[in-house]
Structures are given as C-alpha cells and as structure tokens.
C-alpha cells in the first residue's frame, strides 16, 4: 500500500472528462463504456482510474492506469482493494500473461468461467493479441449450489454425447435444471425430451454418482449434479435452447471447450465404466 494514501471516489458521469482527460494525456488509447462505473484515485488531481461495466451480475474491469511517476508506489494495489471492498459480485478483467502475477498478488484468480458477452470479446481480441481472463471474487454470502439432473450417454461406437446451449462455447452432458416436486428421473426424462426429442425407458440408464464444480454458464455459481449413465438408443434432434450436439471419443483429447463439471469430475468417474 502507498506511504500516502489517495483519495479514492467513484467518478460522477459528469466528471468523466476528467478521467478521459488523464486517460490521454499519458498515451491511453482507452475508451470509456457508455454505462461504465468510473473510479478514481486522487492526489490533488487524478493519479489512477479503472472503470466497471455491469455484466452478469458482476462487472467487467477495464483501463486500470496509474500515473508513470506514481507506479510502483501501491497507488493500484490500493485502487483495486477499494473497489472490491464496496463493489458486489464478481471482477472480470483480461490482462496480457506477463501481468497475471501482479492481478494474482491483488486477489484474482484465472477465471473458471465468463459471461456469455465476455467470452465473446475475449475471443475476438485473441485474434489480434495473446489475452488471459481473470476473476476477482468478492466475499459474499455464498449461494447454494445450483441442483441439474444429467445423463451420459454412449452410442454403439462407445462415444458420448455432449451438446452445447445457445450463446456458451461449453459442452456438457445433456439434462438440467430439477423443476419443484420433481425427482432425478422426472427431470431427466423431462430435459431430455425437451433438449433432444429422446423418450428414455426405465432400466436404460443407472446412477453414475452425484458431483459437483464451478457453473460453466453462471459465473460465481457452482452446479451439484445427479449423474446417470446408460446407452443411448434412437436418434437425436437438436431442439429448445440446444444449439450443437457432437459426440466424443474417450479418452478425450482435448478438454478445453468441456465444462468444468465434465472435465474436472464426470471423465474421471466413466473412465471405469463399461461400455
């Protein structure tokens, strides 16, 4: 932390001249969000600022800069301590891989997932330059995990079913959400009919086990999940907010576009189960 510590304010939208001001006058090429959240570091005048994009319940950091002659000094460190200590919800930012340390020492960690908005722009921007996400999560009471009912299924070649809902770039098993009064099989047969037009049949799928990880598509959520396994029988159809089925081969080769329930703990359980 800084010797002398800055004043540190949000920024009035009427005041953000300033801040694009201070912004150009040391060579930023940054633009402010319509909607953003301006905050700033004082001494006498700006000697750092941020901004804050609400975005799924959480907010999108951008333009963190802190004046040549002030680096070094903890003016960011303090900056940073001071928004996560009035703002709520999650941080995102993207930073080059060289910073990721200094983030890290400030309390972010590689983000386990972004919003749908986000996951778009980082993708566009690693077109043109090397970007790595990170999250920096607020204490806050912590919601309950989010309950989904799920099915693994192989067809005859041994190769599972994955599918991948609009505006996510993660596949996951097929299944979701448990609807009030319903049990695991209810809601499975329901998700599945409704996802994939699959009418399943008592005895086709057995208990896999219960598992649970970081939400792919709600960020700062977590997702307990009721797992069956089983064969698949009958041809699929993509429907309802499903946008791609494909089918994997085991072992996976590639993990990365799998979300983090998948990946992290199902792969692991089926590599003993029979196929």
Not at 68 to 79: H, K, S, W
Not at 223 to 241: H, K, N, P, W, Y
């Amino acid at each position: 932390m800084p010797s002398h510590v800055p004043d540190i304010q949000p920024l009035p939208a009427s005041q953000q001249r300033l801040l694009k001001q201070f912004y150009r006058s040391h060579g930023s090429r940054g633009r402010i969000a319509a909607q953003a959240r301006c905050w700033v570091a004082r001494d006498g005048g700006i000697i750092a600022g941020l901004c804050l994009t609400p975005m799924a319940g959480g907010h999108w950091l951008t333009n963190l800069l802190v004046a040549a002659e002030q680096r070094n000094g903890g003016v960011a460190t303090a900056l940073l301590a001071a928004v996560k200590a009035r703002v709520p919800g999650p941080i995102w930012l993207f930073c080059r891989p060289e910073l990721i340390g200094f983030y890290q020492r400030r309390g972010f960690i590689l983000a386990p997932a972004l919003p749908a908005e986000l996951e778009t722009r980082l993708e566009r921007y690693r077109q043109t330059k090397p970007l790595v996400a990170l999250q920096l999560e607020v204490p806050d009471m912590p919601s309950p995990p989010i309950e989904i009912v799920t099915a693994a299924l192989f067809d005859t070649r041994g190769r599972l079913l994955l599918v991948r809902k609009r505006g996510s770039r993660y596949f996951m098993l097929p299944g979701g959400k448990r609807e009030p009064g319903e049990t695991s099989w209810q809601t499975l047969q329901r998700e599945l009919d409704e996802e994939l037009a699959l009418q399943l049949r008592e005895g086709q799928v057995q208990v896999l086990g219960e598992f649970e990880a970081a939400a792919a598509n709600e960020p700062g959520r977590r997702v307990r999940a009721q797992v069956f396994a089983g064969r698949l029988e009958g041809d699929v159809r993509v429907q309802a907010e499903i946008e791609q089925a494909r089918w994997l081969a085991l072992p996976a080769q590639h993990t990365d576009d799998l979300a983090p329930l998948l990946r992290e703990h199902i792969l692991v359980a089926l590599a003993g189960w029979p196929r």
